[in-house]
């Protein structure tokens, strides 16, 4: 066995928590001995022991003279949790294989240079590409400190979503539809705008086979329009947060202050730039956005888009009053439009499932995420 062998394994534990530690990014951790697997670990929400100390652990004293394989540099500070890096050393680890160093401030380089110092061989950048992947919110985040955004639409095979009479339930399959929840379990939040709210009543929580993390839940409202009826006022099976301008009397907001679970937070701009910089503030490092025409307008046009997934549904609807996924003014020129990269394309059910990312400068990993 290799090093991209167990920096696989350390991935896939990676990955099988993803959407479930944030603030922190999601890390698998291998332990292994003369090629054999003594350890193995992954943090599995905010505030609990990191991957590094679950594999340690099970590994016991074997530890000492072996190799550990992580996903992300170990943090060399005091946090909620006490440095891996100084376990990593006190447990007599030899060699450590890191795919990738952390971007955040606080770390960055710092536990490389720790284990260094402290003796201990190490190896940089197996799979880093696969490991920034699976972070990509997380360095996004770190860069930024805005959240990562990935825009979800499902459309027909003529691009709308809807007949010109507004029905749209349903333009895409069972199947397709299951796949959005595991996007939604998946990201700390999911936008919609009100008029999605009045047309569908939508729960905007993640319904996935195995149970799930739900998202909070966001409506863009300027006017506060919401229906006091709608699931996302009344279900409690998430948090909800309503943005709306400033200009909202006390007598609106009344209503809604015997709901649990719903706060009103006035902003001065609805605008993608204030709302993202918002969430950022709350340490919400992934949007989801299921907004209708407008609100995904209003996201492409002020190019906070860092992914796309679209659902195309073998099935034709026609009529030029039939609404598109994408309003707005939309852009002059061809030079002005957003080119994007195809990642990846399949199956889903008998839909066109199409994730796309604007394109970016391929030199720069953490850029690319």
């Not at 971007?103 to 201990?120: D, Q, S």
């Not at 301008?245 to 209503?255: G, S, Y």
Request: proline share 5%; charged share 20%.
């Amino acid at each position: 066995m290799n090093d991209e062998h167990y920096m696989q394994m350390a991935l896939n534990l990676a990955r099988s928590v993803s959407g479930q530690t944030s603030p922190n990014p999601p890390v698998g951790a291998v332990v292994v001995k003369n090629g054999e697997v003594l350890g193995l670990g992954a943090h599995l929400k905010a505030g609990a022991m990191h991957a590094e100390v679950h594999s340690l652990q099970m590994a016991g004293e074997r530890a000492k003279g072996a190799t550990i394989y992580v996903t992300l540099e170990p943090c060399s500070h005091h946090g909620k949790t006490p440095p891996c890096a100084d376990l990593i050393i006190e447990k007599g680890i030899s060699r450590a294989v890191i795919a990738i160093k952390d971007p955040n401030e606080k770390v960055a380089g710092r536990g490389i240079e720790k284990l260094k110092t402290a003796g201990v061989h190490v190896e940089l950048g197996v799979l880093q590409k696969e490991a920034a992947a699976v972070n990509k919110y997380f360095f996004h985040f770190a860069r930024t400190k805005t959240p990562y955004v990935t825009m979800k639409s499902a459309v027909s095979l003529d691009g709308k979503t809807a007949t010109h009479t507004g029905d749209s339930k349903w333009v895409t399959s069972e199947e397709a539809r299951s796949d959005v929840h595991q996007y939604r379990h998946t990201h700390d939040a999911i936008l919609a705008g009100v008029n999605t709210v009045i047309a569908d009543n939508p729960s905007l929580t993640a319904r996935t086979p195995n149970g799930g993390k739900n998202p909070l839940r966001i409506i863009l409202d300027n006017g506060l329009r919401t229906p006091m009826d709608a699931y996302v006022v009344n279900d409690q099976q998430a948090v909800t947060w309503i943005f709306t301008e400033q200009n909202i009397t006390e007598e609106q907001v009344e209503p809604f202050r015997e709901k649990s679970g719903v706060s009103i937070i006035p902003l001065e701009s609805l605008d993608p730039g204030t709302v993202l910089n918002y969430l950022g503030n709350q340490k919400i490092m992934s949007l989801f956005v299921e907004g209708g025409a407008a609100v995904n307008g209003s996201f492409l046009e002020s190019g906070k888009i860092n992914q796309l997934v679209q659902y195309v549904a073998p099935k034709l609807i026609g009529g030029k009053d039939a609404p598109s996924s994408i309003a707005g003014n939309g852009f002059k020129r061809m030079t002005e439009t957003v080119p994007l990269d195809i990642t990846n394309v399949e199956m889903i059910g008998r839909d066109i499932k199409i994730i796309a990312e604007p394109r970016k400068d391929n030199t720069d990993v953490y850029r690319n995420y």
